[in-house]
């Protein structure tokens, strides 16, 4: 039986480092003390929460219930053929240290993913991105536990139904399963990732001519590190906010008003558009307001300094939010998840 804690500080279970305290607090390290967990008394008699690595999550007030911390670890090959292996992960492993696993073994396709922070089972719910790769892209399928009726179940991509940060298990399927196991098919003969963002600036400054998925993730991570803060030493959660996706009738008229306004195409009706460059623009950029402030590097990050409270974090990012609709007509969305 998993052992339960009573009255245990979260402020190292998550990446703002927010002080807050859970009622029960249970660290899982298997499927099965995760069935028996959610046959216990504690489980059924109070509300619960899933903490992966805490970085996705900002905590604004004491938990009144039961905080389940996801250990599950391992890192199975359970396939290869010439060109490609499965890879079946233990939803509780870090996911920058998997990442650096697959580097080191060439296995290729999550390189442009280095230094997200959270765990394997994160990456799914969210269907986590960046450099012009999603999760998605090299997804098979995974293994969740539903909380109710204790049974198994596996998901397939159709089955995930991921968007833009987006899957079932944050809208019609959230707080009903806990992922256990996510599997990937990735490339051992992979084409490379290189057009989106400074990939091939910061190659070029490594004087790399000829990059291998080695390269790629060294200059992904160079580029992550000049701009995104380390929660070690500042408390944050990475990017805030989603980048929003606007129709191209409202970003033509924006570009009329705004013509430096950066765009990505997303297809040939809709567009998205830098939620950093919005922020920053709307003069938020390095503002500090007590122990709290929006990072002076990366406008898309807002920061604990030390003692901020995540009540107070919230409520700058809901002026920021009021300031982005007035100023471009432009809704911004937390990326993360605000307990």
Same mark, same amino acid.
């Not at 391992?74 to 490609?84: A, F, K, P, V, Y």
């Not at 460059?277 to 950029?285: D, M, N, S």
């Given at each position: 039986m998993p052992n339960i804690l009573k009255n245990t500080s979260l402020k190292a279970y998550n990446t703002f480092g927010i002080e807050a305290s859970a009622k029960l607090f249970v660290e899982i390290n298997s499927t099965n003390e995760l069935l028996y967990l959610l046959g216990s008394d504690e489980f059924k008699e109070n509300e619960t929460l899933i903490l992966g690595g805490g970085s996705n999550?900002? &905590?604004?007030? =004491?938990?009144?219930?039961?905080?389940?911390?996801?250990? @599950? /670890?391992?890192?199975?090959?359970?396939? *290869?053929?010439?060109?490609?292996?499965?890879?079946?992960?233990?939803s509780g492993e870090v996911w920058h240290a998997f990442v650096l696993y697959c580097v080191d073994k060439n296995y290729g396709g999550i390189e442009n993913l280095s230094l997200i922070p959270g765990t394997v089972g994160a990456a799914p719910m969210q269907?986590?991105?960046?450099?012009?790769?999603?999760?998605?892209?090299?997804?098979?399928?995974?293994?969740?536990?539903?909380?109710?009726?204790?049974?198994?179940?596996?998901?397939?991509?159709?089955?995930?139904?991921?968007?833009?940060?987006?899957?079932?298990?944050?809208?019609?399927?959230?707080?009903?399963?806990?992922?256990?196991?996510?599997?990937?098919? &990735?490339?051992? =003969?992979?084409?490379?990732?290189?057009?989106?963002?400074? @990939? /091939?600036?910061?190659?070029?400054?490594? *004087?790399?001519?000829?990059?291998?998925?080695?390269?790629?993730?060294?200059?992904?991570?160079?580029?992550?590190?000049?701009?995104?803060?380390?929660?070690?030493?500042?408390?944050?959660?990475?990017s805030f906010f989603k980048n929003p996706i606007i129709s191209k009738n409202d970003f033509d008229s924006l570009k009329a008003e705004y013509p430096q306004i950066p765009s990505y195409p997303i297809?040939?009706?809709?567009?998205?558009?830098?939620?950093?460059?919005?922020?920053?623009?709307?003069?938020?950029?390095?503002?500090?307001?007590?122990?709290?402030?929006?990072?002076?590097?990366?406008?898309?990050?807002?920061?604990?300094?030390?003692?901020?409270k995540g009540a107070d974090i919230q409520a700058l990012s809901k002026d920021i939010q009021a300031s982005i609709l007035e100023k471009y007509g432009i809704n911004l969305h937390a990326e993360v998840n605000i307990i």
């Open positions: 999550v900002l &905590l604004t007030q =004491n938990f009144d219930g039961l905080v389940l911390k996801n250990n @599950i /670890k391992g890192i199975e090959l359970i396939e *290869e053929t010439e060109d490609e292996v499965l890879i079946r992960v233990g269907n986590i991105g960046a450099y012009g790769v999603e999760i998605k892209d090299v997804f098979m399928d995974l293994e969740a536990i539903d909380r109710k009726t204790k049974e198994i179940k596996k998901f397939d991509k159709n089955a995930c139904a991921f968007g833009y940060r987006e899957s079932v298990f944050k809208n019609i399927y959230k707080n009903q399963y806990f992922i256990t196991h996510v599997t990937f098919r &990735l490339q051992k =003969n992979p084409k490379l990732h290189l057009e989106y963002g400074a @990939i /091939k600036d910061t190659l070029k400054e490594l *004087e790399v001519t000829d990059p291998s998925i080695n390269d790629v993730s060294k200059a992904v991570i160079k580029i992550r590190q000049s701009k995104l803060p380390d929660p070690a030493e500042i408390g944050n959660s990475g297809d040939k009706t809709t567009v998205k558009v830098p939620a950093g460059w919005l922020i920053e623009q709307a003069g938020w950029k390095g503002k500090t307001i007590g122990e709290i402030g929006v990072h002076k590097n990366q406008a898309l990050v807002l920061v604990n300094y030390g003692n901020g």
